[in-house]
Nanobody
Framework: QVQLVESGGGLVQAGGSLRLSCTAS???????????MGWFRQAPGKQRDVVAS????????YYADSVKGRFTISRDNAKNSLSLQMNSLKPEDTAVYYC????????????????????WGQGTQVTVSS
């Protein structure tokens, strides 16, 4: 099973930016390009929700309405990495952010629910102060 490690979280003022990164390893049976990827977040007392997802090829992306126009998901299959550029951050973006991977048969297929992902990182805290 692929292992995922997130980095880049921290404390930022409202209106600021952060870039999260996720690196995949333990890719013994499947290459990184076999996985659709996603970012989720979970605020205290709330369920874990999808933030953004990206297809295996990187050609298709999905964003939650709350982050459209502010966040950008991208991937580098040569480096087994996933990124989330977060701009114009708001206090309501405060949460633990998780990277997730799910096998997908289609190069352009998207996974937009947690049930579709089988591997998860440990999470990185993002705190946006007002």
């Amino acid at each position: 099973q692929v292992q995922l490690v997130e980095s880049g979280g921290g404390l930022v003022q409202a209106g600021g930016s952060l870039r999260l990164s996720c690196t995949a390893s333990a890719l013994t049976l499947r290459s990184y390009g076999s996985y659709a990827m996603g970012w989720f977040r979970q605020a205290p007392g709330k369920q874990r929700d999808v933030v953004a997802s990206i297809s295996r090829s990187g050609s298709r992306t999905y964003y939650a309405d709350s982050v459209k126009g502010r966040f950008t998901i991208s991937r580098d299959n040569a480096k087994n990495s996933l990124s989330l550029q977060m701009n114009s951050l708001k206090p309501e973006d405060t949460a633990v952010y998780y990277c997730a991977a799910g096998l997908n048969s289609y190069l352009t297929g998207l996974i937009t629910t947690g049930a579709g992902f089988t591997s998860w990182g440990q999470g990185t805290q993002v705190t946006v102060s007002s």
